[in-house]
Structure formats: C-alpha cells, structure tokens
T-cell receptor
Framework: GESVGLHLPTLSVQEGDNSIINCAYSNSASDYFIWYKQESGKGPQFIID?????DKRQGQRVTVLLNKTVKHLSLQIAATQPGDSAVYFC???????????FGTGTQLKVEL | DVKVTQSSRYLVKRTGEKVFLECVQDMDHENMFWYRQDPGLGLRLIYF???????EKGDIPEGYSVSREKKERFSLILESASTNQTSMYLC????????????????FGPGTRLTVL
C-alpha cells in the first residue's frame, strides 16, 4: 500500500548547526505536503507546506524541498536552537479528498 | 490564529465506561477530524466531519462514534472503553472556504491522553 516514511527515527544536531529531516513518500499522485512539529505532550503544530507544482518553499528559518522525481521531501532548519527539539513528521494529501496520510516522525535532539 | 481546544489534557477511565472527548474550534471551519496517535504508528484517522451533522468513517472507526451538532464542536465517543483504546487523541480542523480561505492544512488541538484501566 501507499505509505509516508522517514529515513531516520532520531537526529541529533549541535546548537547553531543546520538540520535536515527527510521524508519519503510513495504515492506519485500526492499533490500537497505538510511538515508538523510536535513537542512532548502537545499537539502537532503546522510548520510549512508545499504543493506539488513547487520544488522549494521558504519560511522563517525553515525550508521545504520537494523532489518529485524520487518522491522525497525534506525539511531544513537553519541555525537549530534548543527550542527546535521535537518530533517532526510529514503528511501528504492525494487528490481532492479530505484525508492526510502521516509519517511516523523523526525525533530531533539539539545538543548544547 | 486558529485555535483548537480539547476538553481534557489527561483522562483516566475504567473498562466499559462511556467516554466523551470534546473538541472546539473558533475559526468557523467546516471540516473537523479525530485521530489517535500511538508510538510507531503515527496518526490514524478515526472519524471526520465535513459539516454539521455530517460524518464519515476514517481508517479505524471501530469502537468509536462521533457527534457534530454545532459547527464549532466535534465530539468523539467511546461507547464502552477498552484497554486497547488507551492512546493520545488529537482533534483537528480545516477550512473549506465558505468563511475562511480554503486550505488543505489541518490545525490540531493539544491532545487528550486517555488511559483505560
């Protein structure tokens, strides 16, 4: 079946370094992708999204890259801070429906 | 900013009890969703509602029902709680464009961690 997955379950980075979190998706018909951040004990928080007609989108300290050729999505966080420590997961939407398919997440740990 | 609130952060219930989880959003969103989140499984959709009194089953509706009598409120009901329903429950909402601009983004509440003993 179709799935959204992540390459690494845990990513450790030094404070101030850039972080890259990856997501592989298998449904080539997916047309919308979202990155969420979830801190311990809290609900997922929207970070950034991208549509399939784009390959890059930038926000504040975050960039999402979409490579449709290899069905790969990445989230780049510039100058990672301790407050960025959380689980990050991607989600995809296929077609005009209401449903999102979520990945299981990557734990980002920021070391001082 | 979108605000989605859930009635309880933590809840402990006994097997067989009827459990109500409440979710309220203040942005006049048409769509509302209930998910459960379990380690290693990600978010799984239980039910969603695309309008008042409208509902549709998600991927794992067994053991659950929902109610949407008002646009801002979406309730998840566990008819007879069981230990395998111990989980984090997350509510989300999304605009379909009748009031706020349409978006595919779902906005989440803080979650209710339910323990069934």
């Amino acid at each position: 079946g179709e799935s959204v997955g992540l390459h690494l379950p845990t990513l450790s980075v030094q404070e101030g370094d850039n972080s890259i979190i990856n997501c592989a998706y298998s449904n080539s018909a997916s047309d919308y992708f979202i990155w969420y951040k979830q801190e311990s004990g809290k609900g997922p928080q929207f970070i950034i999204d991208i549509r399939s007609n784009m390959d890059k989108r930038q926000g504040q300290r975050v960039t999402v890259l979409l490579n449709k050729t290899v069905k790969h999505l990445s989230l780049q966080i510039a100058a990672t801070q301790p407050g960025d420590s959380a689980v990050y997961f991607c989600a995809e939407k296929t077609g005009g429906g209401n449903k999102l398919t979520f990945g299981t997440g990557t734990q980002l740990k920021v070391e001082l | 900013d979108v605000k989605v609130t859930q009635s309880s952060r933590y809840l402990v219930k006994r097997t067989g009890e009827k459990v109500f989880l409440e979710c309220v959003q203040d942005m006049d969103h048409e769509n509302m969703f209930w998910y459960r989140q379990d380690p290693g499984l990600g978010l799984r959709l239980i039910y969603f509602s695309y309008d008042v009194k409208m509902k549709e089953k998600g991927d794992i509706p067994e053991g659950y029902s929902v109610s949407r009598e008002k646009k801002e409120r979406f309730s998840l009901i566990l008819e007879s709680a069981s230990t395998n329903q111990t989980s984090m429950y997350l509510c989300a909402s999304r605009s379909r464009g009748r009031v706020a601009p349409s978006t595919d983004t779902q906005y989440f509440g803080p979650g209710t961690r339910l323990t069934v003993l």
